[in-house]
């Protein structure tokens, strides 16, 4: 091995420079906090993976200055659109509807949703990273060696393609290097692993001829074929561009390799024709879920696949894994900044952890025993009429899934909700402002919306209540170093609709408390910031709870 070069020394190293690692350096590098990105691979890698990004996702591209430039890396045109179907039998098949309709939610977010394969996204990440100037990069090399001390973080990197070693050392490390993480392995993270003893393949390719077979489903780009001899799993087809170039993905047999299996009858069948197939890339992976038992361990913390993973049923995951950095990246900056204690980071796991298990047993896996369900008790063969009456009903019930996936954190020990809820993926999708949910927007009667009057750190809207009461808040957020954008809001058009006179906004876009009393005290007022913030004493945290 070659010699080891001399110890730099930084906030945090963030290892691993897939899309979540980026989203999280950008976070931290637009809060002022130095850190490193340690990606094993120079160029992202073109494996059209994680393609549907969320309207909640579009809004951490517009936090980190990139919303533009993701759209225009956009693999297929706008007018095309980004719909999905669900098919029967074969796609080409009689029994279909409309799956994942994701822009029905679109009036509670402030950014539309988005499609493009994952390398695209990474790219534009990558250049966004490239702007900040708190931002190092060091592409082509991997972590080998993780240590932890009372005071910091020691790593031993390796060059990928060369005999190079190098030092790093941090205040923290966060490991966001997929579901093999080495960082996760290294400290002593372990596992909780659901296994469903299925081998699966994924394909990419190249087809014009399918293009043309599918024109008669127009607007939409990923398709979900349910068979009966599969259970409840999927075959799953998506376009990569526009007419040229797919992914596929589906159980084959245990046992399956690239050359004992005929994938172009496998494609055919699938999609109920016969057409011309370019394949680019055939791997395999097993289906499966895991979740880390814990997201931190000391000074170090893990996101994204490192801390989750799961099959690529619904798009959840790369979505899960930017609201991950979203989350940690505003509590790590006040910490690093002293501007708050450990226990803020310790809010990091206790509300994204369950939020995924939730996204896990009551979305993917229900969706996998629901098909399995349907598949095993309806036959068009055998019952049409039965058949196509529950086919119209789960029609149905595919538009109340995405109405009824919306993550929230009224568990949170940091928002004022007395604890009487928990974390959870499941909720309902409304206009008032809710402590513990995400923050929708509102039309203001000047013109443009809250959410371009929201500050980078904690924003206290005040909508309809006078200066005099509001000036309790910006004297307690400065007795307590709690960075704080005072908004106040007339009583109109889209402020109303929240339902409160004050509403308190994360840094991550979620409502931390709200009321609707015209005036609050001073003490109140502490309560309030000091709790969202983790920034308070025992004591007053007691108190807080009733609040």
Known sequence: MGDVKMMDTTDVVIVGGGPVGMGMAIDLGQRGVRCVVVERYIQPQPIPKGQNLTQRTMEHFQAWGAESQLRAARTIPPEYGIGGLTAYGTLLGEYSYDWLQRDLVKPYYHAANERLPQYATEAVLRKRAAE???IETIYGWSAVSVVQDDDGVE??????????????????VIGCDGSRSVVREQVGITQTRTDHDRVMVLLVFRSTELHS????????SYYNVLHPELKGYWKFLGRVDLGKTWFFHAPVPLGTTEDNFDFHAFLHEAIGAEFAIEFEHIGFWDLRF????????????????????????GGYGVNSGFEDARNLAWKLAAVVQGRAG???????????RPVFLSTVNDFIAKSIERDSQFMSSFDPSVNRTAFESEWQARAKGAVGEVHAFEPNYEGSPIVLNGN???????????????????LPPAPLTA?????????TDFTLLCIGTSEENARVFSEAAAALSVPLKMVALTSGLGADRYDAKWVLVRPDDFVAWTSQEEAVSPQTAAWVLARASAN???EMMVKTSAY
Do not use: M, W
């Open 132 to 134: 900040l100037p708190k």
């Open 342 to 352: 450990d226990a803020l980071l310790d809010s990091y796991e206790a509300e994204r």
């Open 420 to 438: 009487n809820g928990i974390c959870s993926a499941v909720g309902s999708h409304r206009f008032e402002a809710r402590t513990g949910h995400h």
């Open 155 to 172: 790593l031993v990197l390796t060059e990928r393609q060369g005999t190079g070693r190098r030092k790093l050392r941090a205040k923290y």
């Open 213 to 220: 077979l599918l024109e008669r489903f127009p607007g939409k």
């Open 290 to 313: 895991a979740v880390a038992d814990s997201y931190r361990a000391g000074r170090i913390f893990i996101a994204g696949d490192a801390a989750h993973s799961h099959p690529p049923y």
């Open 536 to 538: 308070a004493s025992p």
């Open 447 to 455: 013109g443009g919306d809250v959410f371009g009057h929201l500050g």
